[in-house]
């Protein structure tokens, strides 16, 4: 069944550890999507891409990093955590076209301690 | 600037009621999509209806329906006979139109969360 993934669901962490959230999706869709999302509040875009080798940065600055090697595969990555890094960070993709409509993980929430 | 703005935080409704849910949105491009996207608690954000602003006709899907005024920029959520799992918090979303590589990008409001009690 096609859909998008994330993993880990929860991770509670130390600071300036090194974290990778996954994401991947099997729709085969050429756009991904980082966001974040504090507890009951809006969503930030962070990272996009409309295609492998493509990354942009996005709307909220953020010390994250992501590539995007292959289509499915859209990692973000943490170099050192820290607690003002602790939110809920949300995977989309989307196929373009005429809606664009965006197709959602589940997403990672993230504590750093 | 888009920007996208819900002004209730926070609303409620009895089972079986109608509620709606209000958004408005500045954007200066001349056509552009309007998404309510709804995120239950711990569970993955959803698409609810989409509405293209070239459309006059309302766009409705069940007991979902809009009202696009696009001279208010205005584009409010009706959901009528209310479900227990209509219980979300919805968000509003204005999506970019060809400007600066960021085409199809969402603009997101600040949500509004329902409660629908029993």
């Known amino acids: 069944e096609a859909d998008i993934y994330q993993t880990p669901r929860y991770l509670v962490i130390g600071t300036g550890k090194k974290i990778t959230l996954e994401c991947s999706q099997t729709?085969?869709?050429?756009?991904m999507y980082w966001y974040q999302q504090d507890p009951g509040m809006e969503l930030h875009l962070i990272h996009y891409?409309?295609?492998?080798?493509?990354?942009e940065k996005g709307d909220l600055s953020s010390e994250s990093t992501v590539s995007r090697i292959r289509t499915e595969h859209f990692p973000l990555t943490l170099e050192s955590a820290r607690p003002s890094h602790t939110s809920q960070y949300l995977c989309?993709?989307?196929?373009?076209?005429?809606?664009?409509?965006?197709?959602f993980g589940p997403g990672t929430r993230l504590t750093v301690l | 600037a888009q920007t996208v703005t819900q002004s209730q935080p926070e609303m409620s409704v009895q089972e079986a009621e109608t509620v709606t849910l209000s958004c408005t949105y500045d954007t200066s491009e001349s056509n552009y999509y309007l998404f309510w996207y709804k995120q239950p608690p711990s569970r993955q954000m959803i698409l609810v209806i989409r509405q293209e602003a070239y459309k006059q006709q309302n766009a409705t899907e069940n007991r979902f329906s809009v009202n696009f005024q696009k001279a208010a920029k205005s584009f409010s959520l009706k959901i009528s006979d209310s479900q227990l799992g209509d219980t979300a918090m919805y968000f509003c979303?204005?999506?970019?139109?060809?400007?600066?590589?960021?085409?199809?990008?969402?603009?997101f409001g600040k949500g509004t969360k329902l409660s629908v009690k029993p």
């Open positions: 979303a204005l999506s970019r139109g060809n400007y600066g590589g960021s085409q199809g990008n969402l603009i």
């Open positions: 989309a993709s989307s196929a373009g076209g005429r809606y664009n409509e965006q197709f």
């Open positions: 891409s409309y295609g492998v080798n493509s990354t």
């Open positions: 729709m085969g869709h050429d756009k």
